[in-house]
């Protein structure tokens, strides 16, 4: 089993910052704003943000992209040692990513009542039935992750309510 050396509350809040950074590129985009980013020996090895919309891909995840690029950057799909930073609870596809890649801990900085799958609806990541287990700290600048989704969906709604107003007339 791979360990990790002890991380301070303030390493954690360092790296959601820059997972933070990369939801601002998706909120940019007018995608659902969460970013992640993935180090490994203390140092960024990936970054990535939502692009579902932007691609046209369902899988377009920030947490897909995140791994993918990881993957590439340190040559096995196996990213043991490393820590993922996340400001939203993953869905199951990258709850199930999470694990494919053997991951060895994930930093979540706002859980997802309706569909997160690290301890809200399912919590994949720590199932004993699976052959790896993810180490999870869960609530890492939760107010400021949260802050910037609910900031988005009140816009989005703004929006929706002015386009309804305009049609209307």
């Known amino acids: 089993m791979i360990s990790l050396p002890p991380v301070s509350r303030e390493i954690d809040e360092k790296f959601m910052r820059e997972a933070l950074r990369q939801a601002r590129k998706a909120y940019a985009l007018q995608e659902v704003p969460i970013g992640c980013v993935i180090v490994c020996d203390g140092k960024i090895v990936a970054r990535g943000y939502n692009r579902r919309n932007t691609d046209k891909n369902t899988t377009s995840h920030a947490e897909i992209n995140a791994i993918r690029r990881a993957s590439k950057k340190l040559g096995d799909w196996r990213?043991?040692?490393?820590?993922?930073?996340?400001?939203?609870?993953?869905?199951?596809?990258c709850a199930g990513a999470?694990?494919?890649s053997?991951?060895?801990r994930a930093v979540i900085g706002s859980m997802n009542p309706k569909a997160g799958c690290a301890g809200s609806v399912l919590n994949l990541l720590e199932m004993e039935q699976f052959n790896h287990q993810v180490i999870v700290a869960r609530g890492?600048?939760?107010?400021?992750?949260?802050?910037?989704?609910?900031?988005?969906?009140?816009?989005l709604r703004e929006i929706k309510r002015i386009e309804k107003e305009i049609s209307e007339i």
């Open 98 to 100: 999470i694990v494919q």
């Open 102 to 104: 053997r991951i060895t």
């Open 140 to 155: 890492v600048l939760e107010q400021e992750c949260s802050k910037m989704l609910s900031g988005f969906f009140r816009e």
């Open 79 to 93: 990213l043991e040692g490393c820590t993922i930073y996340i400001t939203l609870e993953p869905c199951q596809m």
